[in-house]
C-alpha cells in the first residue's frame, strides 16, 4: 500500500492527498492492477477512452500516427510514474490520440473513468488538481501556437519537431520521409536536405532512411531561439 501511495503520489493528479485519503478511496473505487511483458499494447490511437492507466513501474513507448495523406509517426518514452491521456477523458473527441505498449515489463493500475467523476471529483484537491493539468496543457499548446517564428531553417525545424511531443525532453523517432517534411515546414527539399546534415553534424539529430533520432530533444530549444550571432544556415 505504501509503495503504491509514494508512487502515485508523484502523478500531478494526486498530489496533496493523504495515505488516509487513499485508504479511502481504494476502498470506494475499483482499480485493476497488472504486469505486462513488453511489447504489451495498453491503448490504441482512435480507441475510445474509457479508462485512467497508471504506469507504476517501467517504461511505456507512446506512437503517434499523422492521419491523412502524409505519412508519419513519432514515437516517444516515458518511465514510470506516468498516467497518459487526461485530456482524452471527457470532451467532444473522447478517443486516444496516440497508441502506447511496454517498452520494458510494466505494472499498471486501471481505473474506468466514471470514478474519476462520482469518487476522485468528492476530493476537492483531486478536482483542482485535474483542472491545472488540463490549463496547462492549454496554456503550452497556446504559448507554441503563439511564439514567434525561429529566425534560422534549424530553428523552424527544430519547433516542428518540439510541437509534435509531449515533453521536450529526452529521445524521440520521428519516421518521415524528407520530402513530406518540407511540405510541413514550407521549405524546399534541398533546404531540408542541408538542415538535416547541419544539425546531424551538430550531433542533434541523426537521419538514415526515414528514421529521424533526436538523443536529446531539450536541446532543440536553443536553436528556436538564438543569440545575435547565430545566422540563417
Known sequence: ?????????????????????FTNILG?????FDNCEPDTPLAEQGELCKRLTFILDGTVTKRTRMEGTVSMMVEETFSAPYIFELSSLFGKDTVYRSSYLSATKVSTMVMHKRFLLEELNAYPIVDMNYRNIMSAQVQELSRRLWSAPAPTAEGRLAAFFLNHVERAEGKKVFYVQKSDLASFTNESFSKITSTLAALQNQGLLTYFRGVLTIP??????ELIHPTENQQEI
Do not use: I, R, S
Open 1 to 21: 500500500m505504501a509503495t503504491v501511495y509514494d508512487k502515485l503520489l508523484q502523478l500531478p493528479l494526486f498530489q496533496g492527498l493523504t495515505l488516509k485519503d
Open 28 to 32: 470506494k473505487v475499483t482499480f485493476h
Open 216 to 221: 536529446d530533444a531539450a536541446k532543440l530549444l
